[in-house]
RNA sequence: CGGAGUGUGGCCUAGUUGGCUAAGGCGCAUGGUUUGGGACCAUGAGAUCCUGGGUUCAAGUCCCAGCACUCCGACCA
């Protein structure tokens, strides 16, 4: 490709708005423009590069023996009904209409889609198992688009979707596409850690999140020393230790407690540890229902733990005024005798403590010795305990908190699809029976900002060879002056540059062609290591005068004199 | 959705207590000097100062409303 075509340009300034690495270098380096808010323009360079990046997912899914297709991007929204996930879905769905009336949902993920494409055939056990997968712009209408391609409303993405007999054989596949990301993202020249997430509004049992490690990241997650157990922290379990369980329980008691709302005041004021108070924390869940969550005073609540166990959809904290109409109030609530007011959640770690104490319902009066079972009973109880840097794991191995970019998932879906939409395929007893089924994404735009943030110096991207979007920068340099002389030196430069960029191209190089007649040397360099190109080739008078170009790998600060007509074979080798 | 902020040629910014023809850099065009790290000189084009309303003799500047964008949070992958 030559540079003297492209309408687009790196630029030198960069607003004070864009903070993140992968942001700025793809925007100066001129790889993509935003349009509007998480709605971008892949220019020349980008694209290329993010064709490379579906090249090797391809590759890779099809070695593992998953099958190509195309969905339209325009859902029936009866589809989406049929799983109610036309409510229940994290982001908004985008609908539209078409002249007849007929609604569509501009599709973020393609579940119902797929189970439609395959109930259409009538599938037997013998055509089973199969995994499907595409390419396709998502929507998704995020309360917040930023940092670049990290999140955006509108994105390239792999996905997968695998149909099973049964869950042994599902579990094969879960293995096998596991294996396959590792695969992928190492290609792309990524790190990644797969960690145990919430399956949210995709359904199922359980899934893992495949993340890059980076401060910009939006994914929190925990991973232990011994590098055992990594989890995301909506689902993270730790080892909740006993406290004080030999104690015997004393006689609960009401006492008078000045004191404001917070936790520390309690510690203060009663002068016993924050692990022996009871947090309380009053939700109202999108049924309406008042939910309180209780807690040992050391813990946070985990709203994610907290709506998987109740099985909401939405959680919201309760306002002062509510928790007053309950017969509580803000900073002193108990769940002693809240049973019939609220559904009483307990977190387990409530079973680590004894004579605990906490609020009595009533402005400034407190409990003390509150014992689980004697005083209150919960109506759940379970893990809603949100885990932090620092605790144990369950096998006792220290917890430490990081961040990362998600860039792929894959998800056990059970028969939750196949069930709601009535999928089924004839077994081996000619009886109607429901899929089994996985889905497995990859996040294409993310990626590549992934692999950005990973790769850059002060200069610039350095892309890894797989992706980068061309091999080898060629550049020319040549004076002006003496490219007008008739005589030979500079005028040569660019036919011996000419040359050579057509003979890269025979050899199946894929270059990129600095041929630019008015930008300056420096301007060039700059622009390549901009670029991220793996290897700048140079040529000049001076390279020329040894019958040679320069060759710099990105990245490494040594140049290397090749003989021209050496180059491409050393190129390739 | 809550909080904060921003909106000025293609890009990055300046613009004072409201005051003359809206300033600079980058980029672009033309000519010239240059050519191994974003070089220099000259000339030039390019602005509904986000939109609408208001206050005022006078608004880029103050007020109100809207829109867009950014950041924090919430939400979400």
Same mark, same amino acid.
């Given at each position: 490709?030559?540079?003297?075509?492209?309408? !687009?340009?790196?630029?030198?300034?960069?607003?004070? /708005?864009?903070?993140?690495?992968?942001?700025?270098?793809?925007?100066?380096?001129? %790889? @993509?423009?935003?349009?509007?808010?998480?709605?971008?323009?892949?220019?020349?360079?980008?694209?290329?590069?993010?064709?490379? @990046?579906?090249?090797?997912?391809?590759?890779?899914?099809?070695?593992?023996?998953? @099958?190509?297709?195309? *969905? #339209?991007?325009?859902?029936?929204?009866?589809?989406?009904?049929?799983?109610?996930?036309?409510?229940?879905?994290?982001? +908004?769905?985008?609908?539209?209409?078409?002249?007849?009336?007929?609604? %569509?949902?501009?599709?973020? !993920?393609?579940?119902?889609?797929?189970?439609?494409?395959?109930?259409?055939?009538?599938?037997?056990?013998?055509?089973?198992?199969?995994?499907?997968?595409?390419?396709?712009?998502? %929507?998704?209408?995020?309360?917040?688009?930023?940092?670049?391609?990290?999140?955006?409303?509108?994105?390239?993405?792999?996905?997968?979707?695998?149909?099973?007999?049964?869950?042994?054989?599902?579990?094969?596949?879960?293995?096998?596409?596991?294996? !396959?990301?590792?695969?992928?993202?190492?290609?792309?020249?990524?790190?990644?850690?797969?960690? +145990?997430?919430?399956?949210?509004?995709?359904?199922?049992?359980? =899934?893992?999140?495949?993340?890059?490690?980076?401060?910009?990241?939006?994914?929190?997650?925990?991973?232990?020393?011994?590098?055992?157990?990594?989890?995301?922290?909506?689902?993270?379990?730790?080892?909740?230790?006993?406290?004080?369980?030999? +104690?015997?329980?004393?006689?609960?008691?009401?006492?008078?407690?000045?004191?404001?709302? !917070?936790?520390?005041?309690?510690?203060?004021?009663?002068?016993?540890?924050?692990?022996?108070?009871?947090?309380?924390?009053?939700?109202? /869940?999108?049924?309406?229902? $008042?939910?309180?969550?209780?807690?040992?005073?050391? $813990?946070?609540?985990?709203?994610?733990?907290?709506?998987?166990?109740?099985?909401?959809?939405?959680?919201?904290?309760? *306002?002062?005024?509510?928790?007053?109409?309950?017969?509580?109030?803000?900073?002193?609530?108990?769940?002693?005798?809240?049973?019939?007011?609220?559904?009483?959640?307990?977190?387990?770690?409530?079973?680590?403590?004894?004579?605990?104490?906490?609020?009595?319902?009533?402005?400034?009066?407190?409990?003390?010795?509150?014992?689980?079972?004697?005083?209150?009973? #919960?109506?759940? +109880?379970?893990?809603?305990?949100?885990?932090?840097?620092? $605790?144990?794991?369950?096998?006792?191995?220290?917890?430490?908190?990081?961040?990362?970019?998600?860039?792929?998932?894959?998800?056990?879906?059970?028969?939750?699809?196949?069930?709601?939409?009535?999928?089924?395929?004839?077994?081996?007893?000619?009886?109607?029976?429901?899929?089994?089924?996985? =889905?497995?994404?990859?996040?294409?735009?993310?990626?590549?900002?992934?692999?950005?943030?990973?790769?850059?110096?002060?200069?610039?991207?350095?892309?890894?060879?797989?992706?980068?979007?061309?091999?080898?920068?060629?550049?020319?340099?040549?004076?002006?002056?003496?490219?007008?002389?008739?005589?030979?030196?500079?005028?040569?430069?660019?036919?011996?540059?000419?040359?050579?960029?057509?003979?890269?191209?025979?050899?199946?190089?894929?270059?990129?062609?600095? /041929?630019?007649?008015?930008?300056?040397?420096?301007?060039? %360099?700059?622009?390549?290591?901009?670029?991220? =190109? #793996?290897?700048?080739?140079?040529?000049?008078?001076?390279?020329?005068?040894?019958?040679?170009?320069?060759?710099?790998?990105?990245?490494?600060?040594? =140049?290397?004199?090749?003989?021209?007509?050496?180059?491409?074979?050393?190129?390739?080798?």
């Amino acid at each position: 490709m030559l540079q003297s075509k492209f309408f !687009t340009k790196t630029t030198k300034t960069v607003s004070h /708005d864009i903070k993140a690495v992968s942001h700025k270098l793809l925007y100066q380096a001129g %790889f @993509i423009r935003e349009s509007a808010a998480g709605r971008y323009y892949f220019l020349p360079l980008g694209i290329k590069a993010r064709d490379k @990046i579906v090249d090797v997912i391809e590759q890779e899914m099809n070695k593992a023996g998953a @099958i190509k297709i195309i *969905t #339209p991007v325009l859902h029936p929204i009866e589809l989406w009904k049929e799983t109610n996930r036309t409510n229940s879905v994290g982001f +908004e769905l985008m609908t539209v209409k078409d002249r007849s009336g007929s609604e %569509f949902a501009l599709g973020g !993920t393609a579940e119902e889609m797929i189970v439609d494409l395959v109930r259409k055939f009538n599938v037997s056990y013998k055509d089973l198992p199969f995994n499907i997968y595409q390419f396709s712009q998502k %929507f998704r209408d995020e309360l917040r688009a930023r940092g670049g391609l990290l999140r955006v409303r509108e994105f390239l993405m792999k996905d997968a979707y695998s149909f099973h007999a049964d869950e042994d054989d599902f579990k094969k596949e879960y293995k096998n596409m596991r294996n !396959t990301y590792v695969k992928i993202f190492k290609r792309l020249g990524l790190e990644t850690v797969m960690v +145990e997430a919430d399956n949210g509004y995709i359904g199922g049992d359980y =899934c893992h999140e495949f993340v890059v490690e980076s401060e910009v990241g939006e994914s929190r997650f925990l991973i232990s020393e011994d590098g055992k157990y990594a989890a995301h922290e909506d689902v993270a379990k730790f080892k909740k230790e006993n406290k004080n369980l030999d +104690e015997k329980e004393k006689k609960m008691q009401e006492v008078e407690a000045k004191r404001s709302n !917070t936790m520390e005041d309690g510690v203060k004021l009663h002068k016993l540890p924050l692990w022996r108070q009871i947090k309380d924390v009053m939700f109202v /869940d999108d049924k309406d229902r $008042f939910i309180l969550a209780v807690i040992r005073g050391d $813990f946070d609540v985990n709203e994610t733990k907290l709506k998987n166990l109740i099985k909401a959809n939405n959680l919201r904290h309760a *306002t002062d005024k509510e928790i007053k109409e309950l017969g509580s109030e803000s900073g002193f609530i108990s769940p002693v005798n809240m049973n019939k007011k609220a559904i009483v959640v307990a977190d387990d770690s409530l079973r680590t403590i004894k004579n605990a104490y906490g609020g009595a319902n009533k402005k400034y009066r407190d409990l003390l010795n509150i014992n689980i079972d004697r005083d209150y009973k #919960p109506n759940i +109880e379970g893990d809603i305990a949100m885990a932090q840097d620092g $605790f144990l794991s369950e096998s006792g191995s220290k917890l430490k908190e990081s961040k990362g970019i998600e860039v792929g998932n894959i998800f056990q879906l059970g028969l939750h699809y196949s069930e709601k939409m009535n999928a089924t395929f004839t077994n081996k007893n000619g009886k109607e029976q429901f899929y089994y089924m996985g =889905c497995y994404g990859i996040g294409v735009d993310r990626t590549m900002a992934a692999i950005v943030e990973k790769h850059y110096d002060k200069a610039g991207i350095i892309w890894p060879e797989q992706i980068a979007p061309f091999k080898v920068h060629l550049i020319l340099i040549e004076s002006r002056k003496q490219k007008a002389a008739s005589s030979a030196g500079q005028a040569e430069s660019r036919k011996k540059a000419d040359e050579l960029y057509r003979e890269l191209q025979n050899s199946e190089i894929e270059v990129l062609y600095d /041929d630019r007649e008015e930008a300056s040397a420096g301007e060039k %360099f700059a622009d390549a290591d901009l670029i991220g =190109c #793996p290897f700048r080739v140079v040529v000049s008078k001076k390279t020329l005068a040894n019958d040679s170009v320069e060759v710099k790998k990105r990245g490494s600060e040594k =140049c290397e004199l090749v003989k021209i007509d050496d180059i491409a074979k050393w190129l390739i080798g």
